[in-house]
């Protein structure tokens, strides 16, 4: 069972990314947001690996960038009717931080702003995920956890290419064209200056 790899960035497409261990390529499934913020063609980088195994596809891996991605996705696929694609999705909209927050404040609305997730599935996993604990993410009710602790701020790149993909824009070029609107503005830009600027390079 792999849990964790550490190689070059070999390759990223519109849905995962090959990643070169001591010359073996290994192709893992990731999220928007996870793709976003991975480094530079040819970097190293560590992902954290979920080996999940079906009938229809046969051996598959996912990856994430931390310990509580990897385990938000685990207890979301425990879910009856939340397979990978849809827990990618939550995680694409929310940080496991943002998900136990939503799930002690029973915020469905928050969750059904996924792809793929309605409001039915969406209070099915603010219910089943309210009061446990993955890690040092707690899904308990908002006065016993402290939301900020250990938590890092979703970045700004991040968010605006998820703010695309809600737009209906393909991944690769939603990345590409944040990439270049940071580029143009620095890192230090505001999001909606961001979002403004990847529209602009898109031509919308």
């Given at each position: ?11 990223v497409g519109e849905h ?189």
């Amino acid at each position: 069972m792999i849990g964790r790899l550490r190689g070059l960035i070999a390759d990223v497409g519109e849905h995962e990314v090959l990643i070169d261990c001591m010359g073996v390529g290994y192709l893992a499934t990731c999220g928007a947001r996870t793709l976003s913020r991975l480094p530079a063609l040819g970097d190293e980088a560590t992902l954290f690996i979920e080996h999940q195994w079906s009938a229809e596809q046969g051996p598959r891996l996912y990856g994430f960038l931390g310990r509580d991605e990897r385990r938000a996705f685990t207890a979301l696929i425990a879910i009856q009717g939340v397979g990978p694609k849809a827990a990618l999705s939550v995680l694409d909209v929310l940080s496991p931080g943002e998900l136990a927050s939503a799930a002690a404040r029973e915020d469905k609305a928050a969750v059904a702003r996924a792809n793929g997730v309605g409001p039915k599935l969406a209070l099915r996993i603010v219910t089943e995920l309210k009061g446990k604990a993955l890690g040092e993410v707690s899904f308990a009710p908002a006065a016993s956890v402290p939301e900020a602790a250990g938590i890092a701020a979703p970045s700004v790149s991040g968010e605006a290419v998820s703010a695309l993909l809600g737009l209906g824009v393909a991944e690769v070029n939603a990345r590409r064209a944040v990439d270049q609107a940071l580029a143009r503005l620095g890192d230090n830009a505001e999001l909606p200056a961001v979002i403004r600027a990847s529209l602009q390079e898109l031509g919308r």
